[in-house]
């Protein structure tokens, strides 16, 4: 037991080291790696090949942040006529070598800063859109920044203008090498384009006021019907009446072909009037039906003239 205690102790204190040791192994090794990149860079600019230096002195910087890193980053990026970038740096560099109390990266950092002066490129951006959200080669920028010269390196540059509710502007615009001057004026911002309105066409009558129309037209018709067939059997009464009256008085008739017409007369008549009463009310409710059904609203069609303007 008291091996098997002592090896597990052993265990543990084995995976403890490994732990500890883990992130130190790491630091080192991204130390290793931030190192071989410097002296990489740092051989390539002695070439003079800055293309090929900064990329390796940039990686090592961000690995492993120094005074001495950053330093050669900043002359690197002068080699390549990067003057706002490598002023920002060698600012930065001198800041931090005078912390640290080295003078002599203090020394070379103040002397290219020197040589910078007269080099470095500005833009003066003016807006008169009040408020709004300035953004230069993807940087925001505070509205402080409107009217003051900015640093910016050689080369192509695109400005965007933004506020709410209103279009963005993008400007894009050259700068040159070596210390010039630019000035970007962006007008006020545009409210976004309204689609001009469509003239609206007659709106189909609804289903429901289809169906209604249907039904009173069938209620119109069948009560046409009904009236006509009401009719028939009004002149069938009249008629059947008449023959009965022609064979004897039908007071005092016992003339029995007398008495069938005179009944069938009267059931003639009956059927006449309720076919022609029923008729003549689905007639009327027919027509109420489809004098009040829904129909489409009469809209009037305007044409669009000049400018998305309606006319009418």
């Not at 930065?92 to 470095?120: N, P, W």
């Not at 490129?121 to 003051?148: K, N, P, R, Y």
């Amino acid at each position: 037991m008291a091996r098997w205690f002592l090896g597990l102790l052993g265990l543990l204190m084995g995976l403890t080291t490994l732990v500890a040791a883990s992130p130190a192994h790491a630091d080192e090794s991204r130390r290793s790696l931030a190192e071989a990149l410097f002296q990489a860079g740092k051989s390539l600019m002695a070439d003079g090949r800055y293309d090929e230096a900064c990329p390796k002195l940039i990686e090592s910087q961000r690995l492993e942040p120094g005074g001495g890193t950053l330093l050669l980053l900043g002359i690197c990026h002068e080699g390549q006529h990067k003057y706002a970038t490598a002023q920002a740096e060698l600012r930065a560099a001198e800041s931090m070598a005078r912390r640290d109390r080295r003078s002599d990266r203090e020394k070379l950092a103040a002397r290219r800063l020197a040589e910078l002066e007269g080099k470095v490129s500005t833009v003066t951006i003016h807006t008169a859109e009040g408020g709004a959200s300035l953004v230069l080669d993807g940087t925001s920028l505070s509205s402080d920044a409107v009217g003051v010269p900015l640093p910016v390196d050689p080369g192509a540059h695109r400005l965007d203008v933004s506020a709410a509710g209103k279009t963005t502007r993008s400007v894009t615009f050259e700068i040159g090498q070596t210390a010039e001057r630019r000035e970007v004026s962006v007008p006020a911002l545009d409210a976004p384009p309204v689609a001009p309105k469509q003239g609206v066409a007659p709106e189909p009558p609804s289903s429901a006021g289809r169906t209604r129309a249907w039904v009173g037209w069938g209620a119109t018709g069948a009560g046409a019907v009904g009236m006509v067939v009401g009719s028939v059997f009004g002149v069938r009464a009249l008629a059947l009446n008449g023959q009965a009256k022609d064979l004897c008085d039908p007071a005092r008739c016992s003339n029995p072909e007398a008495i069938d017409k005179n009944d069938g007369a009267r059931t003639s008549a009956t059927i006449a009037t309720v076919a022609i009463g029923l008729g003549a009310a689905f007639v009327v409710t027919g027509i109420v039906l489809v004098l009040t059904a829904p129909r489409a609203k009469a809209s009037a069609l305007s044409q669009s003239g000049p400018g998305g303007v309606l006319a009418f």
